[in-house]
């Protein structure tokens, strides 16, 4: 099935053209998610688990994964939680086309509700147009086009440039609870706070009694600076 892009699928206007990444709708598991990232350099297609508990998914099913993957989290990897086979769903009742996905469950959070990779693309024999945010695939009646969402793409990107710095203060976090376990018994102690030194409780100007005349009460006169309590 030949396909095709042309002028009829150019945007009237649109910045900066290749800045915004593909995020499109589709059906996953009878459910309609409004964020999915289609990404052609990635070798994997992902779900995040907050998204999978949020459908309902029961999390004790997922297939066991030792597979790690880098690039999502900045300066580290990540192994997934499990894997997990649902089917995704693009079209309307008219013209649509499912295949069944197996997606790696991710346990950190993205802006994106899942990502579709190459090994979807090409269940799909999809052809993603970054230039006009477009993606198409052939279906049981005639070529199915799957358009990003502008607004849609500009809010992911806006939300992922403050990622690094939420997940950079969620991993020290971890770091100080874990360094917070490991530590001894005695030095999870809050020290007991000591008595006050005489020289703390000392007045911060020294005085002394001088007699003025002997036909005159005693009197208190300064003579010093302010001490140094230490």
Known sequence: MPITFDRRDHWV???????????????????????????????????FASM?????YDMTTLVPSDQAFY???PGAGSTPVGLVTLP?????????RTEYVNFEVAEFETSYH?????PSLAKFMAIPN????????????????VYGDLHTSYACEAHNIKLPD????????VLVAQAAKNLPADQ???????????????????TKTIVLRDDEPHKTAVIGASLDPA
């Open 13 to 47: 206007h649109l910045p900066k053209l290749g800045a915004y990444p593909l995020v499109v709708s589709s059906v996953v598991s009878q459910v309609r998610l409004a964020k999915v990232l289609v990404d052609g350099g990635s070798t994997l297609d992902i779900i």
């Open 52 to 56: 999978l508990e949020s459908m309902g």
């Open 71 to 73: 690039r999502f989290i």
């Open 88 to 96: 995704v769903t693009f079209g309307t009742q008219t013209n649509y």
């Open 114 to 118: 899942a990502i579709l990779g190459r």
């Open 130 to 145: 970054h230039t006009y945010l477009l993606q198409k695939m052939p279906a049981p009646k005639g070529v199915l086009s």
């Open 166 to 173: 939420t997940l950079e203060r969620s991993r020290n976090s």
């Open 188 to 206: 999870q102690q809050i020290p007991a706070k000591e008595s006050t030194s005489e020289s703390q409780l000392a007045p911060a100007m020294a």
